[in-house]
């Protein structure tokens, strides 16, 4: 998604240091945010062309464009905005949160025939699934995807579950996804009697999971990394009880006794972002900050979260920097635009990123201004652009998982 470059923080020049008053900028990475777009990956591509005229970056008169169609629309528009957007697209949001906190929102705004939603597609999917059908969900670019969600096929999840039988171990096993999955494969779960979960109450839901049957296993979609953590970290298991299935391999890379022995069988996806961060850049920032607090998310991995000293959902991070003693340190590592934001929102906090290099989401980075005001304004003038609308039969079966995930303790 974003390319690595070579540069540790010691390497950057001081004024780029985390310094005691200031947040220091991620070096850039020259490939980043360039390969979409371009005609490099058409398969990628889909949605890049907007019907009608999608203006340019330059135009001065964005701004006031945007604050004219949203005036224009009023309450028949609602605009989310997920916390990892742009500046430039979070001014204009209604409210902000996570995706689980954004889809409950539009749920609660039946008034609004559009919910404008800035964030990724299977966000948009899950907000089209709780909101009243009268209600129209649009993604200002359809481009705007999930790498973690594309590791999940639905061919490749019913390919994995028939393998799950033919080992004789799918009476046991009860399918979790994480809510950042395609709706398709959250009607997976909802089929096979599984839950979705967030990076907020995944602990809840594999305790749910194991209390269904007395040997029951854990299928956990797509994020290796969230299931492994939260499965070692939280319920106390050894990385020995979890096995990755690899969907490019034959019976995903594993044996018959493997899948038997397991207990948590984990899908081999995980996020771009995320899977970026080292144990080297907590070690790293660990030398440069005195007393630094390293605060990750749970979709890093357990090499990184083992060395963490807090680790929590988007939403657990926001709350924890919001609650921090003024002059405490802390290193975060989650997307860039939440962590940059939270920096400039705490100027008393010492903040630093824990990447060396620019780690956005690439693809939550593709709603911009542009796309933003081409889809308000098409919506002002009646012609709704890049609507999402979910299969009756697959909304109907993820439902089914959402609403057993709703039905769990503390939400
Ligand atoms: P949460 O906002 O639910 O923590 O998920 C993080 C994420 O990667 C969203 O795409
Ligand atoms: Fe997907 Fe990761 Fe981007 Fe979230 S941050 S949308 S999980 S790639």
């Known amino acids: 998604m974003t390319t690595r470059t070579e540069g540790s923080v010691e390497s950057l020049p001081e004024s780029r240091l985390p310094g005691p008053s200031s947040f220091a900028e991620p070096a850039s990475a020259p490939a980043a945010l360039l390969l979409l777009g371009r005609a ?8 890049v062309e907007c019907p009608g005229d999608l203006p340019a970056a330059s135009d001065p008169d964005l701004v006031a464009r945007a604050h004219a169609a949203r005036q224009a629309l009023g309450s028949n528009a609602f605009v989310l905005g997920h916390h990892y957007q742009r500046d430039e697209v979070i001014e204009f949001a209604d409210v902000t949160g996570d995706s689980f906190k954004l889809a409950r929102d ?15 597609h299977f966000m948009a999917e899950s907000a089209d699934i709780l909101t009243a059908a009268h209600q129209q969900v649009v993604l200002p670019d359809l481009a ?8 999940a096929a639905i061919g490749q999840v019913e390919e994995a579950w028939d393998t799950l039988v033919e080992a004789g171990v799918a009476e046991d096993v009860v399918p979790i996804t994480y809510m950042n999955s395609s709706a398709a494969i959250k009607a997976f779960t909802g089929r096979h009697g599984g839950t979705v979960c967030t990076s907020s109450n995944a602990e809840v839901a594999l305790n749910w999971a194991f209390a269904q049957r007395p040997q029951a296993k854990v299928f956990f979609l797509p994020d290796q990394h969230l299931g492994r953590n939260t499965a070692v970290r939280d319920l106390g298991f050894s990385p020995d009880d979890c096995v990755v299935y690899n969907p490019h391999k034959p019976m995903g890379g594993l044996t018959v006794e493997q899948l038997k022995n397991a207990r948590m069988i984990l899908w081999r996806g995980h996020c771009s972002v995320h899977g970026r961060f080292t144990a080297e850049n907590v070690a790293t920032v660990r030398r440069r900050v005195p007393d630094v607090n390293v605060l990750v998310h749970p979709e890093c991995t357990h090499e990184v979260v083992s060395q963490a000293d807090q680790v929590g959902s988007t939403e657990y991070i926001i709350r924890t920097i919001q609650a921090a003693p003024a ?23 010492k903040i630093s990123y824990l990447d060396r290099t620019v780690c956005y989401c690439s693809t939550m980075n593709r709603i911009d201004l542009p796309h933003l005001v081409w889809t308000l304004e098409s919506l002002a003038a009646g012609r709704p652009v890049n609507r999402i609308v979910v299969d009756p039969d697959v909304a109907h079966w993820a439902r089914v998982a959402l609403d057993q995930m709703l039905a769990l303790p503390g939400l």
């Open 106 to 120: 539009a749920a609660n705004r039946p008034d609004a025939e559009f919910i404008v939603f800035c964030g990724v």
């Open 40 to 47: 490099q990956d058409l398969g990628s591509e889909r949605g």
């Open 144 to 151: 705007a995807g999930c790498s973690m969600a594309d590791m």
């Open 327 to 349: 002059g405490s340190a802390w290193a975060i590592g989650t997307e860039l635009n939440l962590v940059r934001r939270l920096a400039k929102a705490h100027p008393d906090l």
